[in-house]
């Protein structure tokens, strides 16, 4: 089983991105991906750069100082993470775009409704109107990414990592092969997103709610609610069965404790009445979604937890040091 220790080494961005880099300059051309999943909402008005600023996680003030897109994150009255989200300068001082995952759309406008009150803003879905793509480049090529309203095409740099190339905004009438063309560049076009998702991964990088849940699952009012809350685990590898308490990301009856992907949670049954300590059994597996628990000899973790039939067919997906440790997980079976 990789400790936690060489998670967090893994998850040094320096150390990943030594190790990745080299796959992603492997790409054959620059290429374009349809983000099907990814939607828009477009907030303008006197007051959008306030409003927006008390929202998020990000510096409004970024864009004063000639960003084009930040990444930012939206929290609720606790401090927990909402929503993850790209915000992009659109037309005028006081125009925006937030980007979001398709399936917090409805939750996100809702949210900014609520806190909207007297500000002069203008919340709209602009779904209609644009889509959006993602541009890979090689590290050499040159992407214009001036606004060019003339060819209805808006070019950004992802704020998170340089690898992750360009956001590319159109209008939905237009398909990939015109947009190629009006970027004048040598781009094969994809028809699905496949590929950019395993780039993401083994950039480290998450995103959406598949990635990073929103506070939505079911949580117990109070403390003395939560051990009444019970849930069946059962490993699809080993068949152990268990009862646990919690299946999430922020157990209710830990210490502030908050997991960085969702997990199946029990109360740490030798712990001292209210020290709040827990015990996380398995998760589901991110490619089948079948439960799987902690052993090494049923589960492999890297950034998510996947069981290790998954992992044996995607195998080529992960960096060198997980094939490695995968090899001897296989050999001692």
Not at 133 to 142: M, N, R
Request: some cysteine; aromatic content about 8%; overall charge positive.
């Amino acid at each position: 089983m990789i400790s936690y220790r060489q998670v967090n080494l893994l998850l040094k961005r320096n150390v990943v991105y030594q190790l990745l880099r080299h796959s992603h300059s492997d790409l054959p051309s620059a290429r374009l991906f349809p983000l099907k999943n990814r939607k828009l909402l477009k907030i303008q008005g006197n007051d959008a750069p306030v409003f927006l600023q008390g929202l998020i996680t990000n510096d409004m003030r970024h864009f004063e100082e000639g960003s084009k897109s930040m990444y930012a994150m939206f929290l609720n009255n606790k401090g927990r993470v909402l929503y993850d989200t790209l915000i992009h300068k659109w037309e005028g001082a006081e125009s925006f775009l937030i980007e979001c995952d398709e399936e917090v759309l409805p939750m996100l406008q809702k949210h900014l409704k609520i806190f909207k009150l007297k500000r002069k803003v203008d919340i709209e879905d602009i779904n209609q109107k644009l889509r959006l793509w993602a541009l890979i480049t090689k590290s050499d090529d040159v992407i214009d990414t001036n606004i060019n309203t003339e060819s209805n095409i808006n070019v950004y740099k992802d704020p998170r990592l340089a690898d992750l190339g360009f956001r590319v905004l159109s209008t939905t009438d237009m398909d990939g092969a015109q947009i190629a063309g009006k970027l004048s560049k040598d781009i094969a076009v994809e028809n699905t997103d496949t590929e950019y998702q395993y780039l993401r991964y083994k950039l480290g990088v998450s995103e959406g709610s598949t990635d990073l849940p929103p506070v939505k699952m079911e949580e117990p009012k109070s403390k003395e609610e939560a051990v009444q809350l019970i849930y069946d685990f059962k490993c699809a590898s080993c068949n152990l069965e268990e009862k646990v308490h919690y299946k999430g990301t922020s157990p209710p009856f830990s210490r502030n404790i908050v997991l960085k992907y969702p997990g199946y949670v029990m109360k740490d049954p030798f712990s001292p009445n209210g020290k709040g300590e827990i015990l996380v059994l398995g998760a589901d597996c991110a490619i089948c979604n079948n439960a799987v628990c902690i052993s090494k000899e049923c589960s492999l973790f890297y950034l998510k937890t996947y069981c290790l039939n998954c992992a044996s067919n995607f195998v080529d997906k992960f960096p060198a040091e997980i094939r490695s440790k995968l090899a001897q997980i296989k050999n001692v079976k």
